[in-house]
């Protein structure tokens, strides 16, 4: 079953895979076509048919930007632009990105192809490309000014390098950094290993973490912000807008999260413990990993992690840091909990009859109701779960697993029906006495103590 969001990315998707058959028929051009999308959801990627065999990686409200095979060498088309990314229903933001997004597509190759990489610049400044962690020539690295020079607006660069290594790398801008990073140029670069039976897995995800400071009611980042983002984002989008990470009960599971924010994000997975098994630097050997359940992915910095999907159920995934799961909000509200203001809003009713008293009890109604908010930006807490608000924004999605799900198929299952008697439940009987400890021998320091006296 499809809803709306996956049939769109299903549609669009196949058309991203017209637009790479086609490329394919202009491979004696030039240039290679740069396909673009304006889709917003996840677009799961076929295997490839032309160049070396892969298992494809599914980006989260991302997708794989098309290739072509000009001999032996694979070729990609960047366009760097001015696009608008839907960071959420009702909440559009113009970026900088590439290929009509933010974040840019996935570029998928094979340990030992040589790529060339054609990068057309059609902001209103210059650009470069970052190929963080991949071993290339000085001369490719993609540092303006110390690389080579940066990318004039409407000119084309061509990188060209072998890939050495397999793993999970990134791309983005390292000209006028602070500001095109803040405004959304970032894209992740998967080396699949050339050995397929090399740490093989049944679901591949990532995504990468992507900071923003878009004020209510307007569209475009604060790019002079340093710490206070209210847009946390995964591929620039955010909750409850992030897909679910949809998996068949039994299957090996890898996801891979890059951080280019300015901050740490501890990523925290529910139901289940899994390993690290790779850095940007490369696979983690056997030996070498132990169980987690949270993973601090470090600034600039990206970690794979895999599990065995034995756990049915609807498991929460998010950032730790509780105000990455917030969207939109201030940060200097006086907190209220614990304060009578009902003789408050009595007063103030008279004149403005609408008023509330909120945050008296906590922050939970800003969950359940809908106050007006100003155009383009989304409540602080939303989304709703199959048992009430779930008071969540931001960072935050869910990995659903289920028996039986086809290969191919990351459509949403819906909500999990858990089984009679593995649910939470009201009771209603007598509660036995809750223990207390009153006893003198246990409390260190008697009250009334000789301190007093
Ligand atoms: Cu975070």
């Known amino acids: 079953m499809m809803n709306r969001r996956q049939l769109l990315g299903a549609g669009i998707g196949a058309g991203a895979m017209l637009a790479s058959a086609a490329s394919a028929q202009t491979r004696f051009r030039d240039l290679p076509e740069a396909a673009t999308t304006d889709s917003p959801y996840t677009q799961v990627p076929g295997r490839p048919g032309t160049g070396p065999d892969y298992n494809p990686v599914v980006t989260l409200n991302g997708w794989s930007l098309p290739f072509r095979m000009n001999g032996n060498v694979k070729e990609f088309h960047l366009v760097a632009e001015p696009v608008e990314r839907i960071m959420a229903d009702g909440m559009i933001a113009r970026l900088w990105g590439y290929n009509g997004q933010s974040t840019g597509p996935t570029l998928e190759a094979v340990e030992g192809e040589r790529v060339r990489i054609y990068v057309t610049n059609r902001l209103p400044e210059h650009t470069s490309v970052h190929w963080h962690g991949l071993i290339l020539p000085s001369g490719m690295d993609g ?78 980042p604060r790019i002079m912000e340093m710490t206070d983002f209210n847009l946390w984002t995964w591929n620039s989008r955010i909750f409850p807008d992030i897909d679910p990470l949809v998996v068949s009960k039994g299957d090996r599971v890898r996801v891979r999260v890059g951080n280019l924010t300015m901050t740490n994000h ?149 909500w999990y029906e858990n089984p009679p008697g593995t649910q939470a439940w009201e009771w209603t009987g007598e509660l036995p006495e809750h223990a207390t400890n009153t006893s003198p021998a246990t409390i260190l320091t008697p009250r009334g103590g000789k301190r007093q006296g």
């Open 143 to 220: 540092v303006g000014g110390l690389s080579h020079p940066a990318i004039p607006p409407g000119k084309t660069f061509v990188y060209e390098f072998d890939l050495t290594k397999s793993g999970t790398f990134m791309y983005h801008p390292h000209a006028d950094e602070m500001v095109q990073m803040a405004m959304g140029m970032m894209g992740l670069f998967i080396v699949h290993p050339r050995d397929p039976a090399f740490m093989p897995v049944d679901r591949d995800f990532a995504f990468l973490l992507a900071a923003y400071d878009i004020d209510p009611g307007t569209y475009v």
């Open 266 to 414: 501890p990523i925290h997975m529910h139901g289940y413990d899994f390993e690290v098994t790779g850095t940007d630097g490369g696979w983690v050997p056997e030996s070498a990993r132990w169980p987690e359940v949270s993973i601090d992915i470090p600034v600039g910095a990206m970690r794979a992690y895999e599990f065995d999907a034995v756990h049915e159920g609807d498991w929460a995934i998010h950032c730790h840091k509780s105000h990455h799961t917030m969207n939109a909000m201030g940060h200097d509200i006086p907190t209220f909990i614990g304060t009578d203001k009902r003789r408050l809003s009595r007063m103030i009713n008279r004149h403005q009859p609408g008023y509330m008293a909120m945050g008296t009890a906590g922050m939970a109604d800003m969950g359940e109701m809908s106050m007006e908010i100003p155009d383009n930006t989304v409540p602080m807490m939303a989304g709703w779960g199959p048992y009430g608000p779930l008071e969540m924004g931001g960072m935050f999605s869910v990995v659903k697993v289920r028996d039986g799900i086809a290969p191919d198929d990351y459509s949403d299952p819906g």
